[in-house]
């Protein structure tokens, strides 16, 4: 991990950084970390998180609002009572 890759960490997460921002650093291009400064790279990590996190509470949402739920393993459609 590059030196401007473990500063925008510690710009996100002072205390080490957790897996989300983790996977979201994996999902980067090398190209575009070269091109950024750390500030620049945590504001980019924290905004595609912030994205995630909201992705999947609009989908936790939907899926209320629905009343059901497609569970993937079993390939069936489930209520939510």
Do not use: Y
Not at 15 to 25: F, I, V
Not at 38 to 43: E, R, T
């Amino acid at each position: 991990m590059s030196i401007k890759t473990q500063r925008a960490l510690r710009r996100i997460a002072p205390a080490g950084p957790d897996g989300l921002t983790l996977a979201m650093l994996k999902a980067v291009p090398d190209s575009v970390i070269a091109a950024l400064a750390s500030a620049q790279l945590a504001d980019l990590l924290r905004a595609m998180a912030s994205v995630s996190i909201h992705s999947k509470d609009l989908a936790d949402f939907e899926a209320c609002a629905n009343g059901c739920v497609w569970d993937a393993e079993r390939q069936a459609l489930r209520e939510i009572i």
